[in-house]
């Protein structure tokens, strides 16, 4: 059974940086073919996906955040890490973690997910 977990600050000041962290058991994020991906839901709107690192390491980029996001992961510690900079407002979300055979779904495993508000 694969778990995810995601982990972060619950609540980042506008410009800042944020950063958080999916950690996952019961499979290795190297493991072919999967792909780790970032979803969020900003409140009464739909899912966005955000982007994804492949089992190889690439990676993959929503069009909209692709400016401002970035993917990463820790293979030692079977990590993988989302960075949103210069946040808004806007970026208030509950922020997911999925796995999925393909790039931006569909997803067979989802974190709980994390609630993170912008805000000063």
């Known amino acids: 059974q694969v778990q995810l977990q995601e982990s972060g600050p619950g609540l980042v000041k506008p410009s800042q940086t944020l950063s958080l962290t999916c950690t996952v058991s019961?499979?290795?994020?190297?493991?072919?073919?999967?792909?780790w991906n970032w979803i969020r839901q900003p409140p009464g709107k739909g899912l966005e996906w955000m982007g994804a690192?492949?089992?190889?390491?690439?990676?993959y980029y929503g069009p909209s955040l692709k400016v401002r996001a970035s993917i990463s992961r820790d293979t030692s510690k079977n990590q993988f890490t989302l960075q949103l900079s210069s946040v808004t407002p806007e970026d208030t979300a509950v922020y997911y973690c999925?796995?999925?055979?393909?790039?931006?779904?569909?997803?067979?495993?989802w974190g709980q997910g994390t609630q993170v508000t912008v805000s000063s």
């Open positions: 690192i492949g089992y190889s390491g690439r990676t």
């Open positions: 999925a796995r999925g055979a393909q790039v931006a779904g569909p997803y067979d495993y």
């Open positions: 019961g499979g290795s994020i190297t493991a072919s073919v999967y792909y």
